[in-house]
């Protein structure tokens, strides 16, 4: 079975800058999809940043752009979310995800909804105070 686990979540001021790492095992690779979601007290679970591990395509929610990166690390089958210039409103419970599955048209969320992920890790708590 597939699994993944998340590190790297903390308090950090607003304005600063952390690193998530997500590391999966149980699987030969990183599935085709990787993707960033997180939860907000109180609120819903939304897409932040997703990447196509194959051609290295990647999208992220208009929210963080220019202040989150995703990249990969295939030989580690590790995932990172690198955060910059964090706001409170980023504090959430930060997760990975995964679609094992292929497919041609790339990774953005409009093309694979929340739903279709396949595995998802148990979440990083990442607190940003002003």
């Known amino acids: 079975q597939v699994r993944l686990v998340e590190s790297g979540g903390g308090s950090v001021q607003a304005g600063g800058s952390r690193r998530l790492s997500c590391t999966a095992s149980?699987?030969?690779?990183?599935?085709?999809?990787m993707a960033w979601f997180r939860q907000a007290p109180g609120k819903g679970r939304e897409g932040i940043a997703t990447?196509?591990?194959?051609?290295?395509?990647?999208w992220y929610v208009d929210s963080v752009k220019g202040r989150f990166t995703i990249s990969q690390d295939n030989a580690k089958k590790t995932l990172y979310l690198q955060m910059n210039n964090l706001k409170p409103e980023d504090t959430a419970d930060y997760y990975c995800a995964t679609l094992i599955s292929t497919n041609s048209q790339g990774c953005a969320l409009s093309v694979v909804p929340l739903w279709q992920y396949n595995y998802w890790g148990q979440g990083t708590q990442v607190t940003v105070s002003s």
């Open positions: 149980g699987y030969t690779s990183l599935g085709y999809c």
């Open positions: 990447i196509d591990t194959v051609g290295g395509s990647t």
